[in-house]
C-alpha cells in the first residue's frame, strides 16, 4: 500500500490530521517514509548538505568541539554527539581531523542519533573503521557526562505545527482528503489564544504561525544536561532569527521545489528553523546561548579560508574547487547567511569559538 494510500485511510478514520504528524508520517514511516527508506543527498540526490560539500566543514566543526572541551579543563569521558548523521561524512571528517586532539579522542565515546535504519547503514559502513561508535534513534545520551554536539541540518527536519490567523482565529492547518486527494484545510475551531505568541498579533489575515514542539523542547533537554554536566552544543541550520508572517514547509526532489502533499514519502519535507525559539529553549534549560550568527561568518571566524589555502597548496589540482567550496559554504548570497549557527554552553564558560563577537546571552 503506498503510503498515501495510507495516509487516506488514518484520515478516514480519525478525521484530518496536523502538519506535525503528518510529516511525521511521510519522513519516517518505515514503509515508505522518506527518510526510512533512502539516502537523499548528493548531486544525483534530492539535496546537498555542508559536510557533502567539502571536508573542510567537518574538520573545522571538530575542532571547535575540541576547542571547546580545552576551554572547559578537558572534562573526563565526554560523549561526542551527532544528531541526524546523514551519511556519516561530517562525523568521519570530525574524527580524521580529531586525531590532532588525541587526548580528547581516546576519551570520547561517539553517540549517533539517527532514526533511519537505512541511513544507520550508510553510517555504519562510513564509519566502519571507528570501533565502538553507540547509534541512538532518539537522543537518549549516557547519564552524567558531558556531552559535545553537533547537529546540521536536524531542526529543520523536526515537525513542525501551523496556524493560520483567519476571521475568526488562529486556526491549526490541517491534511485531509478531498476528491480523493490530500489536502489543507483549517480546523475549524480556533486555537487558545494563548498559544499564539504576543508577537504574532501584526499578522495579516492568512498569516501563518509555526512552531516545532519537539525541537523546542529537545535544545531546552540539551541546554539543561550542558548547563549540568559541561559540554557544548553546535547547532547549524537554515533558518530565522526575525520574526516572519508567511510558513515555510517545504518539499524538495531532485534539487528543485516539490508539492509538499502530492507524493507523501517521495521528497524530503522540511521548514526553517525558527532560532529566536531554540535560543529562549537553550536559555530556559540554563546554558550559556551564542548567535545566531551567520554560518558564513562562523566558519570565517575558524578560519576556513585559511584551511582551504592550506589543501590548495597540498594539491594545486584541487584549488578551484576549494575556492568554490569556500565561496558556496560562506558568501551572503550562497549558504553564508541564510544557514545559521547557535551554540550552548555551559553557564560559566567565557566564550564560544567563532561567536566572540557576539557573545552570550544567558
Ligand atoms: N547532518 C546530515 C544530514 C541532514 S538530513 C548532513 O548535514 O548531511 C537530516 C538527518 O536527520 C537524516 O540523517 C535523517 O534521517 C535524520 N533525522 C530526521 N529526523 C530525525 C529524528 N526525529 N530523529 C533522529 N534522526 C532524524
Not at 233 to 242: E, F, I, N, P
Amino acid at each position: 500500500m503506498s503510503l498515501k494510500t495510507r495516509l487516506a485511510d488514518l484520515i478516514a478514520a480519525q478525521g484530518p490530521i496536523g502538519v506535525a504528524q503528518f510529516m511525521t508520517i511521510a519522513l519516517h514511516e518505515p514503509e515508505g517514509g522518506y527518510y526510512a527508506t533512502r539516502d537523499p543527498f548528493g548531486a544525483k540526490g534530492d539535496f546537498i548538505t555542508a559536510p557533502e560539500i567539502s571536508q573542510m566543514f567537518g574538520e573545522i566543526l571538530g575542532l571547535w568541539l575540541a576547542q571547546a572541551w580545552d576551554d572547559q579543563g578537558r572534562p573526563h569521558h565526554p560523549l561526542l554527539v551527532e544528531l541526524g548523521p546523514g551519511r556519516g561524512t561530517l562525523m568521519a571528517d570530525m574524527l580524521r581531523t580529531l586525531k590532532a586532539a588525541p587526548d580528547f579522542l581516546k576519551q570520547a565515546t561517539v553517540v549517533m542519533v539517527e532514526a533511519s535504519p537505512h541511513l544507520r547503514a550508510v553510517q555504519q559502513k562510513a564509519l566502519k573503521s571507528h570501533p565502538g561508535i553507540v547509534w541512538q534513534s532518539q537522543f537518549d545520551p549516557p547519564p552524567a557526562r558531558p556531552i559535545f554536539l553537533i547537529a546540521n541540518e536536524f531542526f529543520d527536519a523536526l515537525p513542525i505545527r501551523q496556524y493560520v490567523k483567519t476571521l475568526r482565529g488562529w486556526c491549526e492547518r490541517m491534511v485531509t482528503v478531498k476528491d480523493g486527494a490530500l489536502a489543507f484545510a483549517l480546523a475549524p475551531t480556533p486555537a487558545p489564544g494563548a498559544l499564539i505568541p504576543q508577537a504574532y498579533a501584526a499578522a495579516p489575515e492568512g498569516g501563518v504561525y509555526e512552531t516545532a514542539p519537539s525541537a523546542i523542547a529537545l535544545a531546552e533537554d540539551m541546554a539543561r544536561l550542558i548547563a549540568a554536566q559541561g559540554g557544548a552544543a553546535l547547532l547549524v541550520d537554515y533558518g530565522y532569527d526575525a520574526i516572519g508572517f508567511a510558513g515555510t514547509l517545504q518539499a524538495v526532489g531532485g534539487h528543485a521545489f516539490a508539492d509538499i502533499l502530492a507524493e507523501a514519502g517521495a521528497h524530503d519535507l522540511s521548514a526553517h528553523v525558527d532560532f529566536t525559539a531554540l535560543a529562549a529553549a537553550g536559555k530556559r534549560g540554563g546554558a550559556g546561548v551564542y548567535g545566531p550568527i551567520g554560518q558564513g561568518a562562523l566558519l570565517t571566524a575558524l578560519g576556513m579560508a585559511t584551511r582551504a589555502q592550506g589543501l590548495a597548496a597540498k594539491n594545486p589540482a584541487s584549488a578551484q574547487e576549494l575556492a568554490a567550496a569556500l565561496e558556496r559554504l560562506t558568501a551572503p548570497d550562497k549558504m553564508g547567511t541564510l544557514f545559521k549557527a547557535l551554540a550552548f554552553l555551559p553557564p560559566a564558560a567565557v566564550n564560544a569559538p567563532g561567536f566572540e563577537t557576539v557573545g552570550a546571552a544567558h
